[in-house]
C-alpha cells in the first residue's frame, strides 16, 4: 500500500498523535469537509474542529481534532493542531437517542 498512499501525521504541542498510511482521508477545513487522496495537488488549509477520518486495511481509522493547519505535499500530509484524541465510544442506545445524524 505504501505505492498506493499518502502518510498522515498529526502533530500537537505535546508530540506526535498519529502517523499512519492511508488512501484517503477526511477532514474539516475552514472552507467545509475535505477529501484528500493519493495526488492530491499540494494545499494549505486551515483545520476545524472534528474528526480525522481514515481507511486502512485493517478499517475505519478515526481522530477527534482541534482548530489547526493541513499542510498537503503530493505523499505525505502534515496536521499540526492544538489537539488531537480518539473519539468516546458510543454505546447503541447513545446512537439510537441521537438520531441517524448525531443530533
Given amino acids: 500500500m505504501e505505492q498506493e498512499s499518502i502518510l498522515i501525521e498529526v502533530l500537537t504541542p505535546e ?3 498519529l502517523s ?4 484517503a482521508f477526511t477532514l474539516n477545513t475552514a472552507l467545509g469537509r475535505m477529501g484528500v487522496m493519493k495526488g492530491h495537488a499540494p494545499i494549505a488549509a486551515l483545520v476545524e474542529p472534528g474528526p480525522l477520518i481514515w481507511q486502512t486495511a485493517e478499517g475505519e481509522g478515526r481522530l477527534e481534532l482541534g482548530k489547526g493547519l493541513l499542510e498537503l505535499h503530493w505523499d505525505k500530509a502534515t496536521v499540526l493542531v492544538e489537539q488531537a484524541g480518539r473519539p ?5 442506545d447513545d446512537k439510537a437517542r441521537r438520531g441517524r445524524y448525531g443530533k
Fill in 15 to 17: 508530540g506526535q498523535a
Fill in 20 to 23: 499512519v498510511r492511508t488512501g
Fill in 88 to 92: 468516546a465510544k458510543q454505546d447503541k
